[in-house]
């Protein structure tokens, strides 16, 4: 079984999304998925809304640190956030790494519409390179 793990900051947004989305487009029965942060700051209330708007739900996710372990044996490591990028441990050989620069919605400003369309901007992105990675990587 392959294993896909996406990294983030503080596992509350981007790699949640991500992960949702990886699990509904992924055969379970080939890939496990996962995600984490280098910080936990817990599952993004608006990251759950945008994603269920979408028809994948969340909202039992929970932030999670990097477990070492999983990530030495991964296959593909996904950043999506400088952040994680720099201060991702050593990719492992066997690792393929890709890294996704998106911008963090939770630091959106304005009011509550305007934050919420920071999250559906980075939820689209993030689906469209999932949409990619499934054509690609198998």
């Given at each position: 079984?392959?294993?896909?793990?996406?990294?983030?900051?503080?596992?509350?947004?981007?790699?949640?999304?991500?992960?949702?989305?990886?699990?509904?487009?992924?055969?379970?029965?080939?890939?496990?998925?996962?995600?984490?942060?280098?910080?936990?700051?817990?599952?993004?209330?608006?990251?759950?809304?945008?994603?269920?708007?979408?028809?994948?739900?969340?909202?039992?996710?929970?932030?999670?640190?990097?477990?070492?372990?999983?990530?030495?044996?991964?296959?593909?490591?996904?950043t999506?956030?400088?952040?994680?990028?720099?201060k991702?441990?050593?990719?492992?050989?066997?690792?393929?790494?890709?890294?996704?620069?998106?911008?963090?919605?939770?630091?959106?400003?304005?009011?509550?519409?305007?934050?919420l369309?920071?999250?559906?901007?980075?939820?689209?992105?993030?689906?469209?390179?999932?949409?990619?990675?499934?054509?690609?990587?198998?």
């Open positions: 079984m392959k294993k896909i793990y996406f990294l983030c900051t503080g596992n509350s947004c981007r790699s949640q999304m991500a992960e949702g989305y990886a699990k509904e487009l992924f055969p379970s029965d080939k890939f496990e998925i996962r995600s984490a942060g280098v910080e936990k700051h817990g599952l993004n209330k608006n990251a759950v809304q945008v994603m269920a708007e979408d028809g994948v739900d969340i909202n039992q996710q929970y932030s999670k640190l990097i477990d070492l372990n999983y990530f030495n044996s991964a296959n593909l490591i996904v999506l956030c400088g952040d994680a990028r720099d991702c441990p050593v990719i492992p050989p066997q690792a393929t790494s890709i890294h996704w620069p998106l911008p963090d919605p939770a630091k959106a400003t304005g009011t509550e519409k305007e934050k369309q920071a999250f559906r901007k980075v939820r689209n992105k993030i689906k469209d390179n999932l949409f990619e990675l499934v054509q690609n990587y198998k």
